[in-house]
């Protein structure tokens, strides 16, 4: 059996069962023969992973802000130089920060930062079933893990950042830690199945904000909890923008609404003790280009004369947190 396809059946598996595993499977082996022969970027990336050396870590550590896999000593007869040429072969990196055996991946997100901004304010994770939408690498996955949840499934649509998982997973082999190569619309209805939901840097990419809201309601259990942050409007009017065409170079952004109508919009989705954590501008500390990455990031999204503004006008990324329980 492929890595691919027992990464799929093991978190089919952990979700447990229900009237959704039917069209779980369904969907997974439709899925998983898309990204093995209509990809081309996948099939290569998969080919790279086959070439991963089989590398047990001496060290790890999930709880610091960088993610550390293993020590350079682990590598053995395999170069550092030969690992480095592979991971790099897997940019771009966009969460992190992680060490890999030695080697330090500046990821183009601190990620740890924002893990830093609702880390002591969350319901304690330890026992809990917990989805992380959109988890690319699967950064905060593994920073879950070293609370010792029952359950930390992600859904990363993207299969370069799916293939990014597959490669950490493959050396560290976090029993409760999976992650599936789905969309949230692509889920099937599984009415209360977790406790915590992270939906973060997400939402504005949804066509309809409301919709998206009422699936992440649906998928907690009564008093379950969210973990939202996305990009929101300044300002305490009921407000959104709608961009004409593109904000900050990016096609896919829909709705930037002021936190008040966010927090409207979680209300009404069947959401209460909605409370904002955070707002913060995003700077260069935070998003930056790195080696890493082989793409732009933050200074080409900007105004090159005025920083407060993006490079088609609209105001800078404003990024919030909200957290909100399930009625």
């Not at 022969?37 to 610091?64: F, I, K, M, T, Y």
């Not at 592979?86 to 990196?93: E, H, N, S, V």
């Not at 490669?167 to 692509?186: D, N, T």
């Amino acid at each position: 059996m492929t890595v691919l396809m027992e990464t799929l059946q093991n978190a089919a598996a952990a979700l447990g069962s229900g009237s959704w595993q039917p069209e779980l499977a369904a969907r997974l082996e439709q899925r998983g023969a898309q990204l093995r022969h209509r990809d081309g970027n996948v099939r290569r990336l998969l080919g790279r992973l086959a070439e991963a050396p089989r590398l047990q870590p001496s060290r790890l550590d999930l709880a610091a802000g960088r993610v550390v896999i293993g020590a350079p000593e682990d590598l053995g007869a395999w170069p550092q130089a030969a690992l480095h040429d592979l991971l790099m072969a897997f940019r771009p990196w966009r969460k992190g920060p992680l060490r890999l055996f030695g080697i330090d991946v500046d990821s183009e997100w601190r990620s740890d930062l924002k893990w830093n901004r609702f880390k002591d304010h969350i319901a304690p994770l330890a026992g809990r079933r917990i989805l992380d939408i959109g988890s690319s690498c699967g950064y905060y996955l593994f920073r879950m893990a070293a609370h010792q949840p029952d359950l930390a499934l992600g859904l990363e649509p993207y299969p370069p950042f799916f293939c990014q998982y597959l490669l950490l997973q493959g050396w560290l082999r976090q029993p409760r830690v999976h992650c599936l190569p789905l969309k949230l619309e692509e889920l099937p209805a599984m009415d209360g199945r977790f406790d915590t939901v992270f939906h973060m840097g997400v939402l504005y990419h949804q066509r309809s904000p409301h919709d998206a809201l009422n699936r992440l309601a649906s998928l907690l259990r009564p008093g379950g909890e969210l973990v939202l942050e996305t990009l929101v409007l300044d300002g305490e009017d009921d407000l959104a923008l709608c961009p004409r065409n593109r904000y900050a170079k990016m096609g896919n952004v829909f709705f930037l609404p002021t936190v008040p109508l966010l927090m409207t919009w979680l209300q009404r989705a069947g959401f209460q003790r909605v409370r904002c954590l955070d707002k913060s501008w995003t700077t260069a500390e935070e998003q930056r280009r790195t080696p890493w990455i082989n793409t732009e990031s933050l200074a080409d999204f900007l105004h090159p004369a005025d920083a407060r503004r993006t490079v088609e006008g609209y105001q800078a990324p404003l990024r919030a947190v909200l957290l909100a329980e399930r009625r």
